[in-house]
């Protein structure tokens, strides 16, 4: 087990039976310790509620925060707003067994859970596979990579719509008359 990730064990065995909270600050060397590296920075907020039941665990993870990390068309560094939730389930059996992900089998007499494997995914999979700037939706970043970009894209567009122009076949052209005149 990783030293440094020791806040992350809940020990259920004292804690009565019921809802418990748990709320866990997570930056990048949370991350560094699964060697991941998508992003520069981050600053999220983990909540965890453990529901302490007679048989077994109930647990829902909820986080929220940002990640800072480069827009994919333009390079440019900002805050991407993340959040997301899912729940687990603990049950106890004949041995360990985390092969569902919503279902953590522990051996009897297990007395803590290690949730940082969670909070890892769960996070991880709440970063969009593309990465845009929110400055290029509403039109305020400048930049020159947008500048660049912008200007490849009015120069696809001309030479689509030259080629357009020209490969007008007469016959469709009767056609399509036909269509409009139908309606």
Known sequence: MMKQLNEFLIS????????????YQIDKKFFDEFGYDEFESCNITVNVVLDK????????????GTVFLPCDLTGEMFDLPVKGKMNLIVQFGDEFNNDNEELLVLPHGEHQVDVSQYIYEMVALSIPQKRVHPGI?????????LDKLNQLKVTAKEVKNDKKEESTDPRWDKLKSLLKTDK
């Not at 259920?12 to 709320?23: C, D, N, S, T, V």
């Not at 039941?53 to 929220?64: A, I, N, P, R, V």
């Open 137 to 145: 939706k509403d039109g305020t970043l400048q930049s020159d990579a």
């Open 53 to 64: 039941k007679t048989t077994m665990l109930e647990l829902s993870f909820k986080h929220k």
């Open 12 to 23: 259920f065995a004292g804690l009565k039976l019921g809802k418990h909270q748990f709320e």
